[in-house]
């Protein structure tokens, strides 16, 4: 799964957490959860635990910590699905 | 860490505390009990002439025992002398049947997840009669502060 795949599955998991519908339509690589798209912190938990489920991967505590932009979690995402396959 | 030592951690006042007793609690759920007192002040309000608990204080209920309890224990075996603060973050709850002035109810929970300081359980509450009242789930961040 190459970079534009992840963050195209990103936006799919992101969309019912946020009501900033301007922001969700232009997502990209510099998009932050919370500055941008105004998601609190018990949601981001829950779109982590999405990411789990949909990329079949698991995220630890120091991961997470770092999730707060579409750049950082999809490095993430890409590197874990990299030990997975490795 | 035994029931009481939860219920000493609780972060209410005498006004706001729907916690009587806590039967049971693992790191798998929590079980606790209260009886809503006939002079508690909103049923002067809710409703005029027929006093009923409103369904935000048998939500509050069940996410003091349910989530609260439950997370200060599980916040409890992983760290020390630490002050918790909670935030209710979402809730979805079904009423079944009111609860009337002087009624005990039981309250049971079972956690979902507890991942990234956020606990999520399911909940129920129970009449005396061993009838379910409410039921749903609720979600809150826990978040362990150094004491001050």
């Given at each position: 799964m190459n970079k534009e795949e992840i963050i195209e599955a990103l936006k799919t998991i992101v969309q019912p957490y946020s009501e900033e519908s301007t922001a969700l339509t232009q997502?990209?690589?510099?998009?932050?959860?919370?500055?941008?798209?105004?998601?609190n912190s018990a949601n981001l938990v829950d779109i982590v635990l999405d990411i789990e489920e949909k990329f079949n991967i698991e995220i630890d505590n120091d991961s997470m910590a770092k999730m707060l932009n579409v750049k950082a979690t999809t490095e993430i995402i890409a590197q874990k699905l990299e030990a997975h396959a490795g | 860490m035994n029931p009481q030592e939860i219920l000493d951690k609780l972060p209410y006042g005498k006004s706001f505390l729907f916690v009587d007793e806590l039967l049971h609690v693992d790191e798998n759920g929590a079980k606790g009990t209260y009886t809503y007192a006939k002079?508690?002040?909103?049923y002067e309000g809710h409703f005029k002439n027929r006093p009923l608990t409103p369904a935000v204080i048998l939500t509050e209920t069940m996410a003091q025992i349910g989530l609260v309890c439950l997370g200060i224990y599980l916040l409890k075996n992983m760290e020390t002398d630490q002050n918790i603060a909670i935030a209710m973050t979402s809730n979805a709850i079904d009423f079944l049947k009111p609860v009337t002035p002087e009624e005990k109810v039981t309250v049971t929970s079972e956690k979902i997840y507890f991942r990234f300081n956020k606990l999520s359980c399911k909940v129920k509450m129970e009449n005396a009669a061993g009838e379910m009242v409410c039921k749903g789930n609720i979600s809150g961040m826990l978040i362990s502060k150094e004491n001050e």
């Amino acid at each position: 799964m190459n970079k534009e795949e992840i963050i195209e599955a990103l936006k799919t998991i992101v969309q019912p957490y946020s009501e900033e519908s301007t922001a969700l339509t232009q997502i990209d690589e510099n998009t932050d959860f919370i500055n941008d798209l105004k998601i609190n912190s018990a949601n981001l938990v829950d779109i982590v635990l999405d990411i789990e489920e949909k990329f079949n991967i698991e995220i630890d505590n120091d991961s997470m910590a770092k999730m707060l932009n579409v750049k950082a979690t999809t490095e993430i995402i890409a590197q874990k699905l990299e030990a997975h396959a490795g | 860490m035994n029931p009481q030592e939860i219920l000493d951690k609780l972060p209410y006042g005498k006004s706001f505390l729907f916690v009587d007793e806590l039967l049971h609690v693992d790191e798998n759920g929590a079980k606790g009990t209260y009886t809503y007192a006939k002079d508690l002040p909103f049923y002067e309000g809710h409703f005029k002439n027929r006093p009923l608990t409103p369904a935000v204080i048998l939500t509050e209920t069940m996410a003091q025992i349910g989530l609260v309890c439950l997370g200060i224990y599980l916040l409890k075996n992983m760290e020390t002398d630490q002050n918790i603060a909670i935030a209710m973050t979402s809730n979805a709850i079904d009423f079944l049947k009111p609860v009337t002035p002087e009624e005990k109810v039981t309250v049971t929970s079972e956690k979902i997840y507890f991942r990234f300081n956020k606990l999520s359980c399911k909940v129920k509450m129970e009449n005396a009669a061993g009838e379910m009242v409410c039921k749903g789930n609720i979600s809150g961040m826990l978040i362990s502060k150094e004491n001050e």
